[in-house]
């Protein structure tokens, strides 16, 4: 089993654990991942899944600040569709921006940028383990409203992305089979098409989940940005490679999410050998994609204030 079949299986049993997904549910998830029910049955055993939930999902807090910002910030109640920066938002321009795999292949990918001005960087947003859906096209959006040039790709855009594996769950299973330097190569050449339309080496990244998890490895990989906030993702598999990167580095992380958080003292001890500015903060009270105001996990106080701190953080350590 490869590191993110496991957190995505593990993404599963917490659904179920919360009470979000049934059983029968749980099942065919895990099985679209192992290949079989029964061998899905097995593995939940193994893992000491119980047969009921074992909490419910809290609910979204109140408005943390009511100061205006000059850029979009989550909202703050949750939306159905995903759109809180429409398309004709007259901040933003939406136009695009091809990208090209190493092997040829056109990647699905949605831009967005500043209107009337120069871009202050650009922010590739890797998505969650859901694809390129309306949420991240939104976050792509909200970046844009904040003076960065944005960008996403699809990393099963070779499938036909999340339009054509429109189950979630289906989704998910392909997207752990996918090799991660594969998937480090796709986010390379999204960073080489942002680099190539203006905004140089003034480069960024940021991701949620499963897209946090990405963005820490393409770190350990040596991807050259100036700065990454990960949101609450999976700590990669070579630590040694995370002690090298330069890129500043904000981590979030939710208290309630004891899965990805316990991994945030290994990660530090690597972040402290960079020598580069590093921040970490573990957001109160929430749990896994609490910033996601599309999910039943969302939480607007909390999201609003990681959101506001990411943006900071981008502007502090992108522009050059």
Known sequence: MTEFERYVIEEHVEDF????????????????????????????????????PTSTPPGPSSRASSVPRDFAT???????????????????RVTPLPVTGTDGAALISYHAAPAGRQPAG??????????????????VRRVATAGFAALAVDLLSRDGGADRLSDPA??????????VDAMVADLRQALGALSASGVGGSLGMTGFCFGGGMVWNALAAGVDVRAAVPFYGP?????????RTRAAVFAVYAERDSRITASRDTVEAALKKTGRPYRIVVYPGVDHAFHNDTGPRYDATQAEAAWIAAVEWFRQYVPA
């Open 122 to 139: 650009g922010i590739l947003v890797v998505h969650e383990n859901r694809g390129l859906v309306p949420h991240i096209k939104d976050v």
């Open 74 to 92: 989550p909202p703050a109640q949750p939306t159905r569709d995903g759109v809180t920066v429409r398309e004709d938002d007259p901040r933003i």
């Open 235 to 243: 700590a990669p598999s070579d630590i040694a490679g995370l002690a």
């Open 170 to 179: 289906a989704y998910a299973a392909a997207l752990a089979r996918r090799p």
């Open 17 to 52: 654990n919360d009470g979000l997904i049934s059983r029968r549910e749980l099942l065919r998830r895990v099985g679209l991942v192992t290949g079989s029910v029964a061998a899905a049955a097995a593995l939940l055993e193994t893992m000491g899944c119980g047969t009921r």
